[in-house]
């Protein structure tokens, strides 16, 4: 996450729990940063004019008051993507359309240039039935195919063998068995799916991964439907 992103996301989450505080070791572990990153960040808003102030008290932190802020009226493209993946979840359900035209007007709010981002990342996603649930996953993997930074992974396989390796981020597969992040290893020197609790650690390189092209004869999947995520428009 970018540092505009993570001014915007401070906001919010101060937002999400007013007039309670948020202090800054939860705020530095939330958002994977640290405590005085998040001590910046806040003063760099308060500059900005947002109302921010700080208790000082034992189990105080930063507060914002919430009636002299406007909510966000915008969405992020993780955000659309992430809204979409749920919504798939709705499929046969009574609910599937109502879920549809709520996605149509999160599409409408948002960016010309974020809604075409929107639709890259969601065309970079692809699931093979009902994608099961999985544990928490590091911020710099989620962020991974937008980021488009070549990450290094330490990596466990099903033979319990442990490797590490630079990949260059080309998407996800969600899957009956879990989650994974498909990219081009420059180990294998091909394109492989890792699934993502197997990933013991990871961290996003300074080098930038040039643009592949992924066929959907590239990914390799067990017998199934594999479709592409698709944005409504």
Not at 40 to 61: S, Y
Request: with cysteine; proline share 6%.
């Amino acid at each position: 996450m970018n540092r505009t992103d993570r001014l915007y996301a401070i906001v919010e989450e101060l937002r999400a729990v007013a007039p309670r505080p948020r202090s800054a070791s939860w705020l530095a572990a939330r958002f994977e940063v640290s405590r005085r990153t998040v001590e910046r960040d806040i003063t760099a808003l308060q500059q900005a004019g947002v109302p921010v102030w700080a208790e000082p008290r034992r189990t105080g932190g930063y507060c914002l008051d919430r009636s002299r802020t406007l909510p966000p009226v915008n969405f992020s493209p993780d955000e659309a993507v992430a809204v979409a993946v749920a919504l798939g979840g709705l499929a046969g359900t009574p609910f599937a359309a109502g879920g549809s035209t709520a996605l149509r007007k999160i599409l409408a709010a948002m960016r010309d240039d974020d809604a075409a981002a929107a639709h890259d990342l969601a065309s970079r996603v692809h699931l093979l039935g009902t994608p099961a649930d999985g544990p928490a996953i590091p911020g710099v993997l989620a962020d991974a195919i937008s980021a488009r930074r070549v990450l290094r992974l330490r990596y466990t396989d099903r033979e319990d063998a442990a490797t590490t390796r630079d990949v260059e981020p080309l998407g996800f597969v969600g899957s009956s068995t879990g989650w994974y992040l498909l990219a081009w290893c420059r180990l294998r020197d091909g394109i492989r799916a890792f699934r993502l609790d197997r990933v013991d650690r990871v961290t996003a390189t300074a080098e930038r991964a040039p643009r592949r092209v992924v066929r959907p004869e590239d990914i390799q999947v067990p017998d199934g439907d594999l479709r592409t995520l698709t944005l409504l428009g």
